[in-house]
């Protein structure tokens, strides 16, 4: 499709191990363009060049942004700095606003159907991170790092059986099951965390611009201390 030439949404997802980048049409409701790369990591090095990339598939000028959205976390702590770090620094480059969304809350909103939805992802030490939505969208508990034998009592607002997604959707089912008796059985819709990159815009759209995005990361960081230089796309705030 033809790319407009002003309003156009810039979204960024680099929580995990993929590096994605799109432009979407907010009139249009469509994608313009899209990249996506399993890096693991290196994201600080490869992110700036997609978004070039990007928009020069979308046949558009940075100008053209009126919006930048990212992942915020909870997710790998060097992917989510870059990503934050990389949509603050183009927001303010454009003047336009950047917005942050939680990682565990497009992850679910992207599978979810008629029933409550608990996205979850293995955040290995013995923890997982979760996000509870209602069956309209609307979170029904904040992100939290928990172990996952503390999901039974955590969920129980939901009053039934779960929709599962996330890498920590099997260790979440495990800790569900005898707690569910009589109401049916949770069900793991994807055991992957990874960002749909439509879901992003859509939420990115609807994020207020009151604040800029901050860095979600539940717990302190596993990882020493970098030895080596650290690029302008991984500077924390």
Same mark, same amino acid.
Request: hydrophobic fraction near 50%; aromatic fraction near 4%.
């Given at each position: 499709? +033809? ?37 693991? !990591? ?43 770090? @990389? ?18 809350? @497009? ?7 008629? +029933? ?33 034998? !503390? ?18 959707? @099997? ?6 099951? @005898? ?59």
């Amino acid at each position: 499709m +033809r790319a407009p030439a002003s309003g156009l949404l810039l979204v960024i997802d680099t929580a995990f191990d993929a590096c994605s980048v799109a432009v979407f049409d907010p009139l249009q409701g469509a994608m313009v363009a899209c990249a996506s790369e399993e890096l693991g !990591k290196g994201h600080a090095e490869r992110l700036p060049g997609m978004v070039d990339a990007v928009l020069a598939d979308a046949g558009v000028a940075f100008g053209a942004i009126s919006k930048v959205g990212v992942t915020i976390g909870p997710g790998s702590f060097t992917g989510i700095r870059v990503g934050v770090s @990389a949509a603050r620094a183009y927001g303010l480059a454009l003047g336009v606003p950047a917005v942050g969304v939680v990682t565990l809350h @497009a992850m679910a909103e992207a599978w979810r159907r008629d +029933r409550p939805i608990l996205a979850v992802h293995d955040a290995k030490r013995g923890e997982v991170y979760a996000m509870l939505l209602s069956a309209d969208g609307a979170a029904m508990v904040s992100p939290i790092a928990l172990s996952p034998d !503390k999901l039974p009592e955590w969920t129980a607002e939901a009053g039934g059986p779960l929709d599962l997604v996330g890498s920590g959707a @099997a260790l979440a089912l495990a800790a569900l099951g @005898a707690d569910r008796r009589g109401a049916g059985a949770s069900t793991i819709l994807s055991d992957r965390s990874e960002i749909d990159m439509r879901t992003l815009a859509r939420l990115s759209m609807a994020a207020s611009a009151d604040q800029p995005p901050k860095p979600l990361y539940l717990r302190s960081a596993d990882a020493k201390p970098p030895t080596r230089r650290i690029s302008l796309f991984e500077t924390a705030f």
